[in-house]
């Protein structure tokens, strides 16, 4: 399978022999084979975390009699360019984050690659503001990934250089599963790897994942180390709730905490209580508190119920969370993330263009895997709070196709003297 991703991105690590005049760390002699790789394994266990089995040596010539080999990992990218691995990019996050929630059907690869876009300003001088500090892909079974249909899941896995960092977030109750996919999205370039222990779901809960998790701590610890093992050197991060039927924050999150994930996301909704009451936004803070008391160098971020970027700055000072995971407060705003611009102030023309041009890349990148309906909800959000709004709305909710949208948007536009920049 070969997928689109950045140049920069590692799509395999060769194990090269290098001959040196000082090497601290002879590990075998002669030319390096498969033995010689799982050696090296044993002998620099660290090496474990580049996770890559051996895709064969590089052929530097093989040394002579008795010369002594030193075994390098090398990770290169699609050109077999050595890639500069990038360590753990979180600790680089200025603090509070803010990050894009996973929201599966909505944040898709082409509404990501919108926020990427809209979400970020330029200064005068050039350099960049805004944007998500971190952008999550909805979620994605590993199972299937192994298993199923590998080719239209993996779709769900395209990302531009824009939108990094990019995490991939994964489902299964496979630790084996959840390996591979991990070692599938070091493959494809992300900077990590997520799991969701959160989705109440019944048909993700049927197979033991997502809020199933909960009730299975010893299950997510494995998981959280598979995951590890198949990220090589992506930091692995979990999203959960706070407890399954009832609040179980004083159990679950040192649970959590003992398989050391780089960051929790918090959503502080019980699995029973869905979304249908308000986020406690008191349980984050304990969880905060929890983390602490550990002495845990986890990072907590808090979900819930959060609309706009002034609201996640006042829920980290309530709270003391490292950062806020917004997510439904993204739909129909691709700008929320652009602290430069107001929804308020987004003219009715820009955001229809927007809107279009939205439409448009789902259609390119989606179109033949996704059912065109998906795009009905953007229109809904993206489509109201102005005169003539219901109006075409309600001819957008019929529509079905790209230029059936395009007609009724220009037709709208001009009925009410706006013109629009074709996009
Ligand atoms: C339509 C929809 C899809 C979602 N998909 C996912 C998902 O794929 N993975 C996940 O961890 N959470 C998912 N969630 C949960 C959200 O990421 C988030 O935790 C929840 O919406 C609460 O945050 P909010 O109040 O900011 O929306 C989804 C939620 C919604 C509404």
Same mark, same amino acid.
């Given at each position: 399978?070969?997928?689109?991703?950045?140049?920069?991105?590692?799509?395999?690590?060769?194990?090269?022999?290098?001959?040196?005049?000082?090497?601290?760390?002879?590990?075998?002699?002669?030319?390096?084979?498969?033995? #010689?790789?799982?050696?090296?394994?044993?002998?620099?266990?660290?090496?474990?975390? !580049?996770?890559?089995?051996?895709?064969?040596?590089?052929?530097?010539?093989?040394?002579?009699?008795?010369?002594?080999?030193?075994?390098?990992?090398?990770?290169?990218?699609?050109?077999?360019?050595?890639?500069?691995?990038?360590?753990?990019?979180?600790?680089?996050?200025?603090?509070?984050?803010?990050?894009?929630?996973?929201?599966?059907?909505?944040?898709?690869?082409?509404?990501?690659?919108?926020?990427?876009?809209?979400?970020?300003?330029?200064?005068? #001088?050039?350099?960049?503001?805004?944007?998500?500090?971190?952008?999550?892909?909805?979620?994605?079974?590993?199972?299937?990934?192994?298993?199923?249909?590998?080719?239209?899941?993996?779709?769900?896995?395209?990302?531009?250089?824009?939108?990094?960092?990019?995490?991939?977030?994964?489902?299964?109750?496979?630790?084996?599963?959840?390996?591979?996919?991990?070692?599938?999205?070091?493959?494809?370039?992300?900077?990590?790897?997520?799991?969701?222990?959160?989705?109440?779901?019944?048909?993700?809960?049927?197979?033991?994942?997502?809020?199933?998790?909960?009730?299975?701590?010893?299950?997510?610890?494995?998981?959280?180390?598979? =995951?590890?093992?198949?990220?090589?050197?992506?930091?692995?991060?979990?999203?959960?709730?706070?407890? !399954?039927?009832?609040?179980?924050?004083?159990?679950?999150?040192?649970?959590?905490?003992?398989?050391?994930?780089?960051?929790?996301?918090?959503?502080?909704?019980?699995? $029973?209580?869905? +979304?249908?009451?308000?986020?406690?936004? #008191?349980?984050?803070?304990?969880?905060?508190?929890?983390?602490?008391?550990?002495? +845990?160098?986890?990072?907590?971020?808090?979900?819930?119920?959060?609309?706009?970027?002034?609201?996640?700055?006042?829920?980290?000072?309530? +709270? /003391?969370? #490292? /950062?806020?995971?917004? /997510?439904?407060?993204?739909?129909?705003?691709?700008?929320?993330?652009?602290?430069?611009?107001?929804?308020?102030?987004?003219?009715?023309?820009? $955001?229809?263009?927007?809107?279009?041009?939205?439409?448009?890349?789902?259609?390119?990148?989606? /179109?033949?895997?996704?059912?065109?309906?998906?795009?009905? $909800?953007?229109?809904?959000?993206?489509?109201?709070?102005?005169?003539?709004?219901?109006?075409?709305?309600?001819?957008?909710?019929? =529509?079905?196709?790209?230029?059936?949208?395009?007609?009724?948007?220009?037709?709208?536009?001009?009925?009410?003297?706006?013109?629009?920049?074709?996009?």
């Amino acid at each position: 399978m070969r997928l689109p991703a950045g140049r920069n991105s590692v799509r395999k690590i060769k194990v090269r022999a290098v001959i040196p005049g000082d090497c601290p760390e002879l590990i075998s002699e002669g030319f390096p084979t498969e033995n #010689d790789f799982n050696k090296a394994l044993q002998a620099q266990p660290e090496i474990e975390h !580049y996770g890559l089995p051996c895709c064969g040596a590089d052929k530097l010539g093989a040394p002579t009699a008795n010369q002594r080999v030193r075994l390098e990992l090398v990770p290169v990218n699609c050109y077999g360019g050595r890639v500069q691995l990038m360590s753990n990019f979180w600790e680089k996050l200025p603090k509070p984050i803010f990050v894009l929630a996973p929201l599966a059907n909505v944040t898709d690869s082409a509404f990501r690659r919108v926020i990427a876009k809209y979400g970020k300003f330029t200064r005068p #001088d050039g350099s960049k503001g805004g944007g998500p500090d971190v952008i999550w892909t909805e979620f994605v079974s590993a199972d299937g990934l192994v298993k199923g249909n590998r080719e239209v899941l993996s779709r769900d896995l395209v990302f531009t250089e824009s939108e990094r960092p990019v995490i991939a977030q994964f489902f299964t109750s496979t630790p084996e599963h959840m390996e591979e996919a991990a070692r599938l999205a070091l493959e494809l370039g992300f900077d990590g790897v997520d799991i969701n222990m959160g989705c109440p779901d019944k048909s993700i809960e049927k197979q033991k994942a997502g809020a199933m998790l909960m009730k299975n701590p010893k299950l997510a610890i494995e998981l959280i180390a598979a =995951a590890k093992r198949g990220a090589g050197h992506l930091p692995v991060s979990v999203k959960t709730r706070i407890g !399954y039927n009832k609040i179980e924050i004083e159990e679950w999150l040192p649970a959590l905490l003992s398989a050391e994930p780089v960051a929790i996301t918090v959503h502080g909704r019980t699995r $029973k209580e869905m +979304s249908k009451v308000d986020a406690h936004w #008191d349980m984050i803070k304990r969880a905060v508190e929890i983390r602490n008391e550990q002495g +845990s160098k986890t990072l907590i971020l808090g979900n819930g119920d959060v609309k706009t970027i002034e609201e996640a700055k006042e829920r980290v000072v309530e +709270s /003391g969370v #490292d /950062g806020v995971m917004i /997510g439904r407060g993204i739909f129909g705003n691709p700008w929320l993330f652009n602290t430069e611009r107001k929804i308020e102030d987004i003219s009715i023309e820009e $955001k229809l263009s927007v809107m279009l041009e939205h439409t448009k890349l789902f259609m390119e990148l989606l /179109g033949d895997i996704k059912s065109f309906a998906l795009m009905k $909800k953007h229109y809904k959000a993206y489509v109201h709070g102005f005169d003539g709004a219901k109006e075409l709305r309600v001819q957008l909710m019929e =529509a079905e196709s790209v230029e059936e949208i395009e007609r009724l948007v220009k037709e709208w536009l001009d009925k009410n003297r706006v013109s629009i920049a074709t996009v």
